[in-house]
């Protein structure tokens, strides 16, 4: 069987962590802080502060930014439910908009779903592929936009306009306007999870973009505080003379990253730009010099003159099927040992939030690309044997369904 998307772990990664193990320190300590400041220096950003998940990081912002009940926080309708569930999380309410034929949303459809209650808009990077960022962040910055905006407390006040996280959860390494992505927009936020171009098994990261509202440093310590219990020193801090006293300023939440999480994550790093990254864009064009030739074949959009994706997912849609047929189609992937997936259920389809009241037919485009959409393998380790089955399979089986 062809899986669908194991992890990357080679002997280095294996030998990082056991230096953790070996070294007594496993929670957050000098391995994870050396990983803030290598993806710091990466993505171009004054900061960055590791997190036990990308969800973590979703909801520390907006809680930090004091969204709560009453509030509207604007989300794609297609994207994982973790980007909603966070709004959920802090009482406000998830404002879904639809998206374009590219799977992400833009600055149209958004200013449509803005009131005086929008606290926050977070775009999603879908299979890896960046926003149009400069747009979306024009649009918070309009004048009329900004008076729409009801600040409720200090820190409002002082950004006095909507505020923009981006789910890059799938998008470390991408590429927007020559530039590596993290600080185009106000917060960026990575996932490390198992499935994830770069892994620390799970994890995730806050990339600062508001340097010109918020001082760096003093944001880090705050972020900081809130993902550890409210507490005013961390472990490692903690180890120096004197310093076993702290406070605990707030009731704040656990969410930080350990050691050992981070030493997968600098493992991995090392090869990011060198290896797994290239061969899972050879995987790419592999796929999309099998697929273009056919006229069946919607093949995802991954490089232009302005963006270049991470490589995370190669979202083929089907031209002229339906959702039932495109089961099919999966179903006999998986008869012929290739393990396959969809990315992603449109949030309206999921009862959380279908009993909420949302409801698919608001969101066409959404429902359009989730129901003819089939997310081939692409990972390292795939051989260029394993590639020309899982192509030549599915052109075989989408040629039977359709009867071609």
């Known amino acids: 069987m062809i899986s669908f998307s194991p992890p990357y772990i080679d002997q280095d990664i294996i030998d990082e962590v056991v230096d953790s193990l070996k070294s007594g320190w496993i929670t957050t300590g000098p391995k994870t802080k050396l990983f803030e400041k290598e993806l710091a220096s990466y993505t171009g950003v004054s900061k960055v502060l590791?997190?036990?998940?990308?969800?973590?990081?979703?909801?520390?912002?907006?809680r930090w930014y004091g969204v709560g009940e009453g509030d509207e926080v604007i989300v794609p309708a297609y994207t994982y439910c973790a980007t909603a569930n966070v709004v959920l999380h802090c009482g406000a309410t998830p404002v879904m908009v639809d998206v374009k034929d590219d799977f992400l949303i833009g600055p149209e459809k958004i200013e449509k779903a803005i009131t005086p209650r929008t606290k926050a808009i977070i775009p999603v990077d879908i299979a890896g592929y960046p926003v149009g960022y400069d747009a979306i962040m024009a649009l918070v910055e309009r004048p009329d936009i900004k008076a729409k905006f009801a600040a409720a407390n200090e820190k409002q006040a002082k950004m006095g306009r909507i505020m923009v996280i981006g789910d890059s959860a799938h998008s470390v390494g991408a590429v927007y306007k020559g530039r590596k992505i993290g600080g185009q927009l106000d917060f960026m936020v990575f996932s490390f999870h198992a499935v994830k171009n770069l892994t620390t098994a799970e994890g995730g990261a806050v990339c600062f973009g508001a340097d010109k509202y918020f001082d760096p440093e003093a944001l880090y310590?705050?972020?900081?505080?809130?993902?550890?219990?409210?507490?005013?020193?961390?472990?490692?801090?903690k180890t120096q003379t004197g310093g076993w006293r702290y406070d605990v300023t707030e009731a704040g939440y656990k969410w930080n990253m350990p050691d050992v999480l981070g030493a997968i994550g600098l493992a991995s790093f090392k090869k990011y730009e060198s290896y797994i990254i290239p061969r899972r864009k050879e995987i790419f064009a592999a796929y999309k010099a099998a697929f273009e030739k056919y006229t069946w074949a919607q093949i995802p959009e991954f490089i232009t003159s302005e963006k270049e994706s991470s490589y995370h997912l190669f979202p083929i849609r089907i031209y002229g099927i339906s959702e039932v047929e495109r089961d099919a189609i999966i179903d006999k992937m998986f008869a012929a040992g290739i393990s396959v997936n969809v990315h992603f259920q449109p949030l309206p389809l999921l009862s959380v939030y279908k009993n909420l009241g949302y409801d698919i037919k608001d969101y066409p485009v959404s429902y359009d690309n989730y129901s003819r959409e089939i997310s081939l393998p692409v990972y390292p380790q795939l051989t260029d044997e394993q590639i020309l089955a899982i192509t030549s399979s599915l052109i075989e089986i989408v040629a039977g369904e359709l009867a071609i």
């Open 50 to 62: 590791c997190l036990n998940s990308a969800t973590a990081g979703l909801e520390l912002l907006l």
């Open 221 to 237: 310590k705050a972020l900081n505080i809130k993902s550890l219990h409210g507490q005013t020193k961390d472990a490692l801090s």
